[in-house]
Structure formats: C-alpha cells, structure tokens
C-alpha cells in the first residue's frame, strides 16, 4: 500500500473541544484527585495490570445493555468504559508516558488513516471492502512499526 499523506481530520477541531469539555476534564480532575496523596486508597493501590479485570467486565456489561436493548444502561455501562479509559491513562500520565489527551490524539489519527475512501478522496462501497482495506491499512502500519523499532 501506497503511503500518501492524508488531509487534517476534518473533526480535529471538534476533537480538541472535546477534550478541553468542563465534563472530561471534570473527570480527569476526579480522577486526579482520587490518585493523589489523600485521595482514595484503592484508586491509589491500583495498576494497568490490576484495571484489567474491571476493564473487561464493563465491555461485558456494555455487550449485556446491546442485546437487552437498555438504553439507559447502555448510557451508564459506556460511562463505566470511559472510566476505565480515563483511569488507565491517568496512571499513564502518573508515570510520565503519556495522558488522556494523548489517546484523543492517537484514535483521531487512526481513525482518518484507516478511512482513507472518506478522507482521502477514495471510494468503497461495501462493508466487506472497508473491512478489508481496514486490515490491509492495520497490517502495513503494524509492519512499519516493526520495521522502525529496528
């Protein structure tokens, strides 16, 4: 596959509102504050590795709230993923790897680099032709990334 440079998401500026949004950083402040000397004890005691489980049981409760068609659960099942989200990067930006703002960054440009027959001027018209170029595009970014840690 052919790399081109792809045009600026055209949702970047949304992105960034997002990001600066009083309810997202009213969750990193949460957040801040649980992680922060006096702040919770088990929050504290936490790590990626110790998140895991809990990460994996919220997906479960967000798949549960789809097939029951619970809307509203789904509305707070979906919190509980962010959650985790937040949580994990917090821990992240803890140990000086990188925040929340950074994962924002990371899903917008992949998201554009993936859908390059929407943001680069290509054309598909089937799902089964999305998902394979999704793959063909995921394999060759994989393979860079191996090629560059050389």
């Known amino acids: ?16 509102k997002l990001a600066r949004s009083p309810a997202l950083r009213s969750l ?51 919190g509980d993923v962010l959650l985790q989200v937040v949580f994990h990067s917090a821990l992240a930006r803890r140990a000086g790897r990188f925040g929340l703002g950074d994962v924002i960054r990371t899903i917008n440009a992949k998201m554009v680099r993936r859908h390059p027959h929407v943001f680069a001027g290509g054309r598909l018209s089937t799902p089964a032709q999305v998902l394979r170029q999704w793959k063909l595009i995921k394999k060759a970014e994989k393979a860079r990334m191996r090629r560059d840690k050389i």
């Open 1 to 16: 596959m052919k790399d081109k440079p792809l045009p600026k998401p055209k949702f970047s500026r949304e992105a960034l």
């Open 28 to 78: 990193e402040t949460i957040m801040r504050t649980l992680l922060a000397p006096g702040g919770c004890p088990w929050d504290r005691r936490q790590s990626h590795a110790t998140l895991l489980k809990y990460l994996r049981e919220e997906a479960g409760e967000v798949s549960r709230a789809v097939r029951r068609k619970d809307w509203e659960n789904l509305k707070e099942e979906l």
